[in-house]
């Protein structure tokens, strides 16, 4: 009963018998199809298990941030009851945002702003803190703010304004796919661990922050204070380090 059901591919569906030319093509389209069925359905359980990796990391990174906080609060309150002074760990990463335009700026600080990809108003990089980066953050720190996200920080810059450079193209980051394709060999499948590698400042910060591409901020709400003038100076302005402070003004600028 099956045979008289089966379809013959050397007959179209209008009974019109089919050259070898049309068989070998309706043959191939077959083919084709079958595998294209199979891809997509590779794709769609890959992405499944992608979600599930996403959302077990992102517990795991909770619970990891949490005992590192409570490891510094009961370190403070042990250097208190022993009458001691509490050294605060030095941070790791810096967030810089772009205040000044390109007018009048000399060529030794637009370098180095350039190189630091902040060639715009606004624009935002995270920085990996060492003897290098300081130099430069102080020789072009007229021109910029800058200062040390916090966890919660990262994870909404990121989320809001994260774009992915992928084949010299400005990508949106709004599937784990993206970053699993570029970074997965390094170790970074989702969103979440691209997040916890920056906060973190992980062997794989130079891959992960060469994959973000540069944060496009907006003017915070309220303006600016004084961008001529310096954050720590007498008449509180923009520009310099804010450190902790730094995070009230991204959030207004998200």
Request: proline share 4%; net charge positive.
């Amino acid at each position: 009963m099956a045979d008289r059901f089966r379809i013959n591919p050397a007959v179209s569906c209008e009974g019109q018998i089919l050259s070898e030319g049309q068989q070998k093509k309706v043959a191939r389209d077959a083919k084709l199809m079958t595998e294209k069925s199979a891809a997509i359905a590779k794709i769609k359980s890959e992405n499944k298990s992608l979600r599930k990796l996403a959302k077990s990391n992102f517990a795991k990174y909770q619970k990891e941030y949490f005992r590192e906080e409570n490891d510094l609060i009961n370190l403070r309150r042990q250097a208190h009851r022993e009458g001691n002074y509490f050294v605060e760990p030095e941070p790791k990463l810096i967030f810089a945002i772009r205040l000044a335009g390109c007018n009048k700026i000399p060529p030794k600080p637009k370098k180095i702003m350039e190189l630091l990809r902040l060639r715009q108003m606004n624009n935002g990089v995270f920085i990996k803190v060492n003897k290098a980066t300081l130099m430069m953050l102080r020789f072009i720190q007229t021109y910029i703010t800058y200062g040390y996200p916090t966890v919660h920080t990262v994870r909404k810059v990121i989320y809001k304004r994260g774009f992915g450079r992928i084949n010299k193209q400005r990508i949106a980051l709004d599937d784990n796919r993206k970053i699993h394709d570029s970074l997965g060999k390094h170790g970074i499948s989702c969103i979440e661990d691209l997040i916890h590698e920056i906060y973190t400042v992980g062997p794989n910060f130079k891959q992960a922050n060469n994959f973000l591409s540069h944060f496009k901020l907006k003017t915070p709400k309220g303006g600016f204070t004084a961008k001529r003038h310096g954050f720590n100076e007498p008449r509180s302005g923009d520009w310099g380090n804010r450190e902790e402070l730094l995070n009230p003004l991204i959030k207004r600028m998200l």
